[in-house]
C-alpha cells in the first residue's frame, strides 16, 4: 500500500522558518517526480517545489530563493525548508509522488500558517 504521510506544519511568524517532511512508504524515489503542492485558502492547489528523477528541481517563482526542496532516497523521505516565510505561504501543504508506472499519489496535507 502506498502512503505518503506529511509533518512539520504549524503557525509560524512572518520571517520565520519550517521543515516539511514527507515519508513514503511502498514505492521508492527512482524515476519519479515528487514534490510540494499547496492550497491556500479558497484557492486551487498550486506547485510549489518538484525534483524529477532525483535531480532537476522546479520551483514557484514566488518561493525561489526562500524554499529548497530536498530528498533522502535511502529513507524515502521528502523535505521543503521554508525560509523567510510570508503570510501568503499559508495554506495545506500536499506531498505528491508520480510514476507512470505506478501512478499519482498524494498525502493528507499538513497545514503552514504564517502570522503577520
Known amino acids: 500500500e502506498v502512503q505518503l504521510v506529511e509533518s512539520g506544519g504549524g503557525l509560524v511568524q512572518a520571517g520565520g522558518s519550517l521543515r516539511l517532511s514527507c515519508t513514503a512508504s511502498?514505492?521508492?524515489?527512482?524515476?519519479?517526480?515528487i514534490g510540494w503542492f499547496r492550497q491556500a485558502p479558497g484557492k486551487l492547489r498550486d506547485m510549489v517545489a518538484v525534483i524529477t528523477n532525483g535531480v532537476i528541481t522546479n520551483y514557484a517563482d514566488s518561493v525561489k530563493g526562500r524554499f529548497t526542496i530536498s530528498n533522502d532516497n535511502a529513507e524515502n523521505v521528502l523535505y521543503l525548508q521554508m525560509n523567510s516565510l510570508k503570510p501568503e505561504d499559508t495554506g495545506l501543504y500536499y506531498c505528491?509522488?508520480?510514476?507512470?508506472?505506478?501512478?499519482?499519489?498524494w498525502g493528507k496535507g499538513t497545514l503552514v500558517t504564517v502570522s503577520s
Open positions: 511502498g514505492l521508492t524515489f527512482d524515476d519519479c517526480a
Open positions: 505528491r509522488f508520480s510514476d507512470p508506472r505506478v501512478g499519482t499519489y
